[in-house]
């Protein structure tokens, strides 16, 4: 029951005539949606949201949750011709100002409150500043209004703009990616292959359903009709049992989430706690070794099986279920269908099989570019090819193990933190002479930021309290404050000047550090 549209909103009307009385969504609060409600709801959304002035091609910024609504808003957008830059709730003012006033938002959508943060607050502040509308919504709260309102759908628009994904990078300020919806529904076909998606099936979304992954989720629903248990916030007691309880066919997605599943089955060995299961998606972060033997064993199914990619061009590379063991447990699979996957080794020659390299990519799911065209200039290469900055190695039989990153970006829980934007805050405090951010290996977090820094002369040594409260009043969002922090004579540098990380990482990867 695959539908091969690549228009989102398409996808929306086709799912719905095909299978209208199938669930398409669950979250942890009980409420459901079939496709054909999600279909209609859609319409009313967008009605709700024209009343209200958005038009084809406005810029309308969301950082939401992941709510039922908030997958409601992607299609209902869509249906407008809306340009959408979603945002993960992690993120603070400084840095959702910057991406609204580069984007040249038109409307911010937040909650009003969620996790103890006044996002209102916020948004009224970043609305004050720029020219557009701030709008605080909640659960069950979100515009809506007559569909007879809606004018005309405008078709032949899957390879037009219509997504702004930004990421972290690896420069203090977010880099935006364009992305199409043909370059979204390429990855939510091909990934929904790999992992055996089928009619009916129920993966998990309890990862923020901003983040470029989340949305690939949507797409992969629709292509294949299968429900999507949707959790705002993982709770690894009260997610895992509400996987369990809705028959949860593909539990992902990354190693602490993988983590918290064992744990529950460990605490109950007599009865699989996910009885349908077929495999548990990965990615986002390294995997312990011996995490696929244990999931498989212990969980059931075929395993974890791990993608790896990026915001800029999402899945280059996926497991398969029915990959072998070894390459489940020490690879990210093989490119997806019409990638074109190099390794160029230090040279500037391709990499031989099992030789590491800058890995580089043409692939279908790419992005146009950044918003800010003048970072495409170092993004591609002379052949066209996409840096994605990751070394690696494409083994003989064409599977690809991540190994290192030239970036300098540290991947804490599946997310991006930029070390030179946390170094650029600490920098400026008063008692840091000089610092360097690093990522640690991390058996919870995949890595985890640590910051090494050396004090000016005759000022006290600087305490991680003291750190983390600075960054915090700084408006760094949570996740990207250093959990560690070691204090050095002197920063290490090599004769041009830069900063010798590998040094530091391999001091301190084996201090011992208790969570």
Partial sequence: MGIETNDLWNLVLERAELTPESEMLVDEQGRRLTFL???????????????????????????????????????????????????????????????????????????????????????????????????????????????????????????????????????????????????????????????????????????????????????????????????????????????????????????????????????????????????????????????????????????????????????????AATDPDDKLATSEGKAMPGVDLIAVAADGSVARPGEEGELRAKAPQLMLGYLDASLDVEAFDENGYFRTGDLGIIDEDGYVVISGRLKDVIIRHGENISAKEVEDLLFDHPQVSDVAVIGLPDSVTGERACAVVSIVDGQDPISLSVLRSYLENAGLRKNAIPEQLEVIASIPRNPSGKITKNILQEQFKNIPFDR
Avoid at 218 to 231: P, S, Y
Avoid at 295 to 316: D, F, M, Q, R
């Fill in 37 to 319: 409600e999600y279909k209609i709801a859609s319409q009313e959304m967008a009605a709700g949201f024209y009343e209200l002035g958005v038009r084809e091609g406005d810029v309308v910024t969301w950082e939401l949750p992941t709510w039922i609504e908030t997958i409601v808003l992607t299609a209902a957008l869509s249906r407008l011709g809306a340009i959408q830059n979603p945002i993960i709730a992690i993120y603070r003012e400084r840095e959702v100002g910057f991406c609204v006033r580069q984007a040249e938002a038109s409307f911010l959508l937040t909650p009003k409150e969620y996790r103890g943060f006044d996002f209102e607050e916020m948004g009224v502040n970043i609305s004050s500043a720029s020219q557009l509308t701030a709008l605080a919504v909640e659960p069950n709260n979100f515009p809506a209004a007559d569909p007879a309102i809606l004018p005309a759908y405008l078709e032949g628009q899957e390879h037009a703009l219509r997504w702004l994904c930004y990421t972290s990078g690896t420069t203090s300020d977010p880099k935006g990616a364009k992305h199409t919806d043909a370059s979204i529904a390429a990855i939510g076909q091909s990934m929904g292959e790999r992992l055996d998606v089928q009619f009916e099936d129920r993966p998990a979304l309890v990862f923020p359903f901003p983040h470029i992954g989340g949305l690939t989720w949507l797409f992969t629903a629709l292509q294949t009709g299968a429900t999507l248990i949707c959790d705002a916030a993982f709770d690894p007691v009260k997610t895992t049992k509400l996987l369990s309880q809705e028959g949860c066919t593909h539990p992902g997605a990354g190693t602490p989430f993988h983590m918290a599943y064992l744990t529950a089955q460990r605490e109950n060995p007599a009865n699989r706690i996910f009885p349908n299961v077929k495999n548990f998606p990965g990615g986002g972060a390294p995997k312990p070794l011996t995490l696929h033997a244990e999931v498989k064993e212990e969980l059931g199914g075929s395993g974890i099986v791990s993608g790896w990619g990026l915001t800029e061009a999402p899945i280059l590379t996926m497991g």
